[in-house]
């Protein structure tokens, strides 16, 4: 006969605990079960792979938006009128969800492993359907140009640890395929994510596979607004540090004053960039242009660099440069060509045409002009953006560079005599960019702030980027990286190759050690036991455990009879001597 007691030994399994504790709140070994995940769980766990997808994307995607990260500050500073970094609340609001999700993946794998019923417990399903609500919200807005093009320059590396992890997740598919009956779906599903993933390289495209000996030159760098990550932009400190981080040429946002003198502003009004809330408060929301210069030229521009720290660098200044930095004033159009005169360095500026009630509505242009005849450039070094007035322009200064920010047809930008666009980064393909320099016309792309985006603009053949960070730039004397294609190929060959390996070398080792004869927990039989219609792997447990205990001499049939009450499955006599019978044939 069987005694009872044999079955209530228990191992302590710290590690198990933990794990189905934290993914389910089953902390008690009576909790956990080996039997398999209802359809209700499995739909929890497929909308856990979702949301951990999500948020993997969405990380991705903010990592790769560093290049934007002021301009983005700009459009809610524009929206809200208070400059604030919303990007800080975003990563960090990512990172939580991304660092969550991934931990609630991990759990879930290792209890597939372990044969373990997925059970999550409601506190996770609440996080994980609101971190999935919440990313698919966002997964609508349109603002994905920096994520397409950033594909071009980590394809290759992405592709790699793609196939890293899916090889790796072998793992627990060839567990699943040798131990549960019925999972040539799961099979199916894996082998075809292989097999796309093996001939994903064919279809990526990057400026960077490239034969090193047609690299072209280095791309010219310029100082967009200066450097506004060293000093307030639009300021003579501003240009000044651009040109000690050897920039070609200064870009800047020009407006007309009241009084017709052209000056440097980005913004419509004056409020994020000077103190016009302490010297005109009623006033601080009026239009830039209705100031005069008098006015304009008593604010700071300086001292909100200081207070918002725009860009985090103000704490690595100097005492000189923050003393220096307070005392700035807004810039004209004639200080900054007299300073590019002195350097012998180009300038490139867009003119903002004031309202229709300025008194320079209709002279703007006119204005633009007479401060480029009157500073000491040359005008060859002047490049002169809008379109409006064009032919006027070419016929006061013909020697000015006819430069536009829209993408046309070589045959209509030859017509209108232009020979540079400026584009944003979004729009240089770099088929584009082949077909321009083709015809002789150069493109400058614009915001180029992070090194890999300058090394995809490099491949590419753009002739120049604008920066916010020239200081960054210029310590990427070449392409983060660049390869052949047969370089490529090879590297792709070979990951495949070797995946192919691991993956069948871990199903043949998953099935060797799923075979033969298995010793089994008492715990997991008692566990497994309380279901009233075991599977057939918890059968042969529970025979292996008897036939186990009647060898040993101990037992007694009063003491088998089953508990049934409690759901434990009942053994007769016959069913108990069956295996020692066979047994003895054997």
Known sequence: MVKHQPLQVYERQLCLSCLTGIYGCRWKRYQRSHDDSSKWECSWFFILCCSFLLLLVWSYFWLEAHNDYNEFNWLLYNRSAIWKDGTVPILAATLTGFTYTAFLMILALCHIVLGQQLNLYWIHKTGVLHLYLNKFYFAQIDEWDIV????????????????????????????????????????????????????????????????????????????????????????????????????????????????????????????????????????????????????????????????????????????????????????????????????????????????????????????????????????????????????????????????????????????????????????????????????????????????????LMWCSGVQSVSSDAPHILKKVPNPVWIMSADEYGLIWITSDLISVAIVIGIFIFQKWKMSGMRSYNPEQIMLSAVVHRPSRDVNLMKEKLIFSEINNGVGSTDELSGYTGNGLDTYSRDDIMTPARHATKL
């Open 148 to 455: 397409i093009i950033s594909l071009q320059f980590t394809g290759p590396f992405l592709h790699i640890g793609a196939l890293a992890v899916v090889t790796a997740l072998g793992w627990v598919i060839a567990g699943q395929v040798v131990r549960v009956e019925r999972s040539i779906v799961t099979l199916v599903i894996y082998v075809s994510l292989l097999l796309v993933l093996y001939l994903v390289p064919l279809f990526i495209s990057s400026p960077c596979i490239m034969d090193r000996s047609k690299l072209g030159p280095r791309p010219a760098v310029i100082g967009r607004r200066g450097a506004p990550m060293l000093a307030p932009e639009h300021t003579i400190m501003s240009f000044s540090k651009a040109l000690q981080q050897k920039v070609t040429a200064l870009e800047a946002d020009v407006t007309i004053s009241l009084d017709g003198v052209p000056f440097l502003m980005r913004d419509r009004t004056l409020r994020r960039t000077t103190n016009v809330d302490k010297l005109f408060p009623a006033r601080q929301d009026h239009d830039a242009s209705f100031f005069n210069w008098t006015e304009i030229r008593s604010l700071s521009a300086g001292l909100w660099f200081l207070r918002d720290d725009p860009y985090w660098t103000v704490q690595y200044m100097s005492e000189k440069d923050r003393n220096r930095t307070a005392n700035q004033t807004v810039c004209s159009l004639a200080e900054l060509l007299r300073l590019a005169a002195r350097t012998n360095r180009s300038v490139i500026f867009s003119l903002r045409q004031p309202p229709h009630q300025h008194p320079h509505h209709q002279l703007w242009v006119s204005d633009a002009l007479k401060a480029i005849q009157r500073s000491s450039i040359l005008p060859e070094q002047v490049m002169w953006t809008p379109d409006w007035y064009r032919k006027k322009v070419r016929a006061a200064v013909p020697l000015l560079q006819q430069t536009s920010d829209e993408k046309l047809p070589v045959a209509e930008l030859k017509e209108r005599g232009i020979s540079t666009l400026t584009l944003h980064y979004s729009q240089a393909r770099a088929q584009d960019i082949r077909q321009f320099s083709g015809s002789n016309v150069s493109i400058n792309v614009y915001p180029v702030n992070e090194p890999w985006l300058y090394s």
